[in-house]
């Protein structure tokens, strides 16, 4: 579905964002994967995108504007090191 959604947004010229560097969209950087969703906002296959990556259970990346991780949406990337937020028992 999403493949002929973009095919089809393609022969019509319209601007797809993922498609100019596919790297970004599955970035390490909280920063990086900021600005994948910030891109995806003005996509306009945005929609058909996110309902294809949650039908699909997409493992990670950025897809319909939304930052999958382990198939479900995260609302924010945390960079790698950070402490745990609750304390290991000893």
Known sequence: MLASVLDDALVTDEVIPCRTDPELWFAESPVDVELAKD???VCPVR???????RARREPWGVWGGELFESGVVVPRKRPRGRPRKTELAA
């Open 39 to 41: 891109l995806c906002r």
């Open 47 to 53: 929609m058909q995108c996110l309902a294809g990556a």
